[in-house]
C-alpha cells in the first residue's frame, strides 16, 4: 500500500517536495515516480535503486527533479524546484514487482501504485 501527500498549487520557478509513505517495509523494492496530464499518457519521472546506489531522470525533468528515499521511513520523496507549467500533472509512486534487476520505466512492470497526488504549477 502506498499513498503519496504534498500535492499543491503553485507558481512557475516554485519548489514543492511530495512524498509516498509505503505502509509495509519497502528497502527491497526500486521505486519510481510517474505522473499523468490530463489528456496524456503516464509518464515516467524518475527512479532509484533500493540500496540508493543508482537514480534516473527523465529529460524533461534531470536538473530540476531529485529523488530519494527514507527506508528506515518507508517513504520516497520527490523534491521538485524550478516548477514549470507544463509539470502539472497528477504524479503516482510506484514500486517495481518484475524484473526490477535493471533500471526500468516500463509501467508493466510496476505492480504496486500510490493513488497519486495532484501538482499544479500556474504560469
Known amino acids: 500500500y502506498l499513498e503519496e501527500s504534498g500535492g499543491g498549487l503553485v507558481q512557475a520557478g516554485a519548489s514543492l517536495r511530495i512524498s509516498c509513505k509505503a505502509a509495509?517495509?519497502?528497502?527491497?523494492?526500486?521505486m519510481s515516480w510517474f505522473r499523468q496530464a490530463p489528456g496524456k499518457e503516464r509518464e515516467f519521472v524518475a527512479y532509484?535503486?533500493?540500496?540508493?546506489?543508482?537514480?534516473v531522470y527523465s529529460d524533461s525533468v534531470k536538473g530540476r527533479f531529485t529523488i530519494s528515499r527514507d527506508n528506515g521511513k518507508n517513504t520516497l520523496y520527490l523534491q521538485m524546484d524550478n516548477l514549470k507549467p507544463e509539470d502539472t500533472a497528477v504524479y503516482f509512486c510506484?514500486?517495481?514487482?518484475?524484473?526490477?534487476?535493471?533500471?526500468?520505466?516500463?509501467?508493466?512492470?510496476?505492480?504496486?501504485w500510490g493513488q497519486g497526488t495532484q501538482v499544479t504549477v500556474s504560469a
Open positions: 509495509n517495509p519497502f528497502h527491497n523494492y526500486v
Open positions: 510506484a514500486a517495481c514487482t518484475r524484473d526490477c534487476q535493471d533500471f526500468t520505466s516500463e509501467l508493466s512492470r510496476y505492480g504496486y
Open positions: 532509484i535503486d533500493a540500496l540508493v546506489r543508482d537514480t
